[in-house]
């Protein structure tokens, strides 16, 4: 991802409107590259900052939040991920299962010189 791209998704990052593999992209970039790292950090201090303003939360650690908004999305890559190596072996484990029943079939078969 060049810097221009990782630019463009910023806001979207911020408004959770990124897809999963924006999102991988985006985390890739913005931990290689310092410059849309801090780019990300002015947007995102003054967009929580507006809406802290609205909700008087109180709470001004900013770059506690960023720090733990990226958490958040590593987690949700992580547990993207998580589901489709699940898939992945879901899907495996029934191929397999329908190759060894035909395995099993075909002995079958075999024992009654069907084949
Ligand atoms: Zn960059």
């Known amino acids: 991802m060049t810097c221009k791209e990782a630019e463009r998704l910023v806001m979207p990052y911020i408004k959770d409107e990124l897809t999963d593999e924006e999102l991988g992209e985006f985390l890739t970039h913005m931990e290689s590259c310092t410059e849309c790292r801090e780019e990300?950090?002015?947007?995102?201090?003054?967009?929580?900052g507006i809406r802290q303003?609205?909700?008087?939360?109180?709470?001004?650690?900013?770059?506690?939040?960023l720090e733990a908004a990226i958490e958040?999305?590593?987690?949700?890559?992580q547990l993207v991920r998580c589901i489709k190596i699940a898939r992945y072996a879901v899907s495996t484990v029934s191929i397999m299962a329908l190759v060894i029943t035909i395995l099993l079939q075909c002995r079958i078969w075999i024992q009654w010189g069907l084949l």
């Open 40 to 48: 990300l950090e002015i947007y995102f201090t003054v967009d929580v």
């Open 53 to 65: 303003l609205d909700s008087e939360t109180g709470n001004y650690n900013i770059k506690g939040t």
């Open 72 to 77: 958040q999305s590593r987690q949700r890559l």
